[in-house]
């Protein structure tokens, strides 16, 4: 009689184990794939478009601080920094609206526990400017501090899921994921030159802003050539598609007008910047920044082929 009960008991036990294998194999591959490139391409364009928002949150901060089109910039603060904090929610977690897989990567998950720690100081003081529907020069000082913070953190997470894609879902073409953090860091730069401009018109540590808006066009200008024509130091191997092309043919025209007045802005002899250069800055930096969207779009289609 023992013998028929340890019988039973082995017998359920190997069937529990067999049930359990199942249930293992059926879930492990769907975890093993990951996200698709298609997904893959979202990751990046959005996570990337974050870097965008940081810049673009500051840019506007300054233009309420410079009572520039106050009414429409406060508008565009509220919801630049509403779409931030709800990118940086759905990166985590997965947001259907967004079309954005959650994150299940340890490494990306701590890189965004650290951004979300700079983003629970630096909110509470875009908030604080939407608020009081103006902004003093204690907020435009904790903006300047904050804002390349949260930048560079940021631009972590960003390499890190190009790194990811590289070894998932890109990994036949580890080049289009590089193209697509570049492509998408240029939004970026469109909105720090002008925040950086916005500074040294506002005279906050104007000399350390010119010399920053020179990189940063310097920066912009290279990329742009590199994603048509190629940039082995920028790991870009050149964009082949001729509609891309032409798209960001549409960039480099805009771009042509927009150079000269970040120039001027990083001139060592600019002195006081007149209020018309600063209402022609803020004119021009949204179409080149609409255009440069555009492209990064045209590049995620890509991805999704």
């Known amino acids: ?79 630049t920094s509403a779409l931030f904090d709800k990118t940086l929610k759905g990166l985590r977690n997965g947001s259907d609206e967004l079309r954005l ?14 951004i979300d720690g700079i983003w629970a100081a630096f909110y509470p003081v875009v908030q604080g400017v939407i608020a009081a529907k103006s902004a003093t020069r204690d907020q435009v000082a904790k903006i300047a501090e904050m804002n390349l913070p949260l930048l560079k953190e940021m631009n972590k997470a960003v390499g890190l899921y190009e790194k990811d894609a590289k070894a998932g879902g890109l990994k036949a073409a580890p080049g289009l994921a590089a193209t ?40 912009f200008e290279r990329t742009l050539k590199g994603l048509r024509d190629g940039d082995d130091t920028l790991g870009l191997p050149g964009t082949k598609p001729q509609a891309i092309r032409d798209q960001l043919a549409v960039v480099n ?3 042509a007008k927009f150079k000269p007045i970040v ?20 004119k021009t930096n949204l179409p080149l920044l609409a255009e440069m969207n555009k492209a990064v779009g045209m590049y995620e289609k890509e991805a999704a082929k």
Request: glycine fraction near 6%; proline fraction near 3%; charge should be neutral.
């Open 180 to 219: 697509i953090n570049l492509s998408g860091k240029q939004r970026m730069l469109t909105q720090k030159m002008s925040k950086e401009f916005l500074l040294v018109a506002y005279g906050h540590q104007r000399e350390d802003n010119k010399l920053s808006l020179l990189e940063t066009y310097s920066l």
């Open 101 to 114: 897989p959650p994150t299940s990567s340890g490494r990306i998950l701590r890189q965004l526990d650290k």
């Open 253 to 255: 025209g805009l771009w």
């Open 1 to 79: 009689m023992p013998n028929l009960i340890s019988l039973r008991l082995s017998f359920r036990f190997a069937l529990l184990f067999v049930v359990i294998c199942l249930l293992i194999a059926s879930v492990s591959p769907a975890l093993a794939e990951g996200p698709t490139s298609a997904e893959y391409g979202v990751v990046l364009n959005l996570s990337g478009k974050q870097r965008m928002l940081s810049q673009k949150m500051s840019k506007e901060i300054m233009l309420v601080a410079l009572d520039v089109d106050k009414d429409a910039n406060l508008a565009s603060l509220e919801q």
């Open 263 to 282: 120039e001027y802005g990083a001139d060592f002899k600019t002195g006081d910047i007149a209020m018309d250069k600063v209402q022609e800055l803020a």
